[in-house]
């Protein structure tokens, strides 16, 4: 599901000696995955200390930012629609730029100048350091592209501005990139090789976040379980670390065991997850400490072996099946979560019977599914032809969905009579007599706002569901500090 989100930060005054500049109005829209949406915190901080002061009205902005998603092609077209849109206001302000950052930019580069005549810059998900530079070659009337992929950027040492915030939850980046080339996803492309941050910085951005009044987190990479910090460097470097290096090293569970102790009455999430490279010790350490949500987002893709070797995941269903049995073994009461892709190239029904067989089997709590959509660059894109029919991935994308929506329900209903710690995000978006959090499984619970705020953690005990919300009414506080 695309979103957007219209950005806004608190501005400054560039000073440059004695001379004061006025800020200039930056308006910042996100699309996509939430890595996205963290890159845009990121470039908010780069420009906010370059005099931008960002705006939540178009009509009003100096500049203009599309972060951008390339997953699938209704994404692009969706950002191409609203730089028409730009284009539009542009008219009354001739002096306004338009940049594109993010995959879009990665994946087509200064192809985006001669095809969308209203973008003035080109910024790829690595060269966001270089945005003051940019703008100043778009001041004085050049175009302006920077699409080099870094092997070693991950702008740890970036505090980035919380965007629109609810001062409650918050992204905390520790990876970029992704080595695992799924024939169907331009991510290796767009956003280049796996890098993992300095755990240091992580810690933090984490003790950071606590003390600014945030009270969960949510550890964001392409691939969490990736996650393997030596002393820099990709990971394929890990051969020639040192023993030194080797001995010291922390992997993704050993990070999470650390932001866990680091900040214990701090609630943590992560995604996502792949599942040819989540461990036992993953879920052991999950199990080990209450903070870590009991959410685990599993990718599955698809239910066909034949497909998933096809899609180059480097796992059967089988051994998919089993991880799910531990995680279930280990955390009972973990939800888990997909994403499937049908129509993906020579799926026949059969195929198609093993994905809903999959489904039949995890049960999984929600899901994000999609018909296949061809994306340039990708090896399924120069080898594999497109030959499922659009009526045919349409109609098993509906009884996908129509499956999981059963499931959806049966999972919500697990939880009525049950008492859910739930920390309060906000508002619920039916009622502004009702507060809306999540529970540790990620599941949307609403209940009466009574004398309680954002940012509190609620004891609430569910009397009613819908497929995706569990109604309840709040019987006592848990500690909040």
Known sequence: MEKTIDEKIQGSTLVLGDKTLNSRKLYIESYGCAMNFSDSEIV??????????????????DLVLVNTCSIRDKAEQTIRKRLTEYNAVKK????MKVGVLGCMAERLKDKLLDEEKIVDMVVGPDAYKDLPNL???????????????????TYGDIAPVRLNSNGVTAFVSITRGCDNMCTFCVVPFTRGRERSRDPQSILAEVNELWEKGFREITLLGQNVDSYLWYGGGLKKGFEKASEMQKATAVNFSQLLELVAKTQPKMRIRFSTSNPQDMTL???????????????????????SNRILKEM??????EEYFELIDNIRKILPDCSISQDIITGFPTETEEDHKATLKALEYVKYDFGYMYAYSERPGTMAARKMKDDVPEPVKKRRLSEI????REHCQYRTEQHLGKVQEVLIEGSSKKSTEDWMGRNSQSTVVVF??????????????????????????????????
């Open 44 to 61: 908010a901080s780069i420009l906010t200390n370059e005099g931008f002061n960002t705006t939540q009205n178009l009509a009003e902005a």
């Open 92 to 95: 009354t302000r001739p002096h």
């Open 312 to 317: 180059n995941r480097l796992h059967t269903i």
């Open 281 to 303: 010790d993953v879920i052991r350490t999950m199990a080990k400490y209450d903070n870590i949500c009991k959410h685990i987002h599993l990718p599955v893709q698809s239910g």
């Open 401 to 404: 969905i129509t499956l999981q």
């Open 448 to 481: 009466p706002k009574e004398n309680y705020k954002i940012g509190d953690l609620v004891n609430v005990e569910v009397y009613d569901c819908t497929s995706a919300t569990l109604i309840g009414k709040a019987i006592r506080y848990s500690n909040n500090n």
């Open 135 to 153: 703008i100043k070659e778009v001041d004085d009337g050049r175009d302006a592209v920077n699409v080099i992929l870094s092997k070693e950027e």
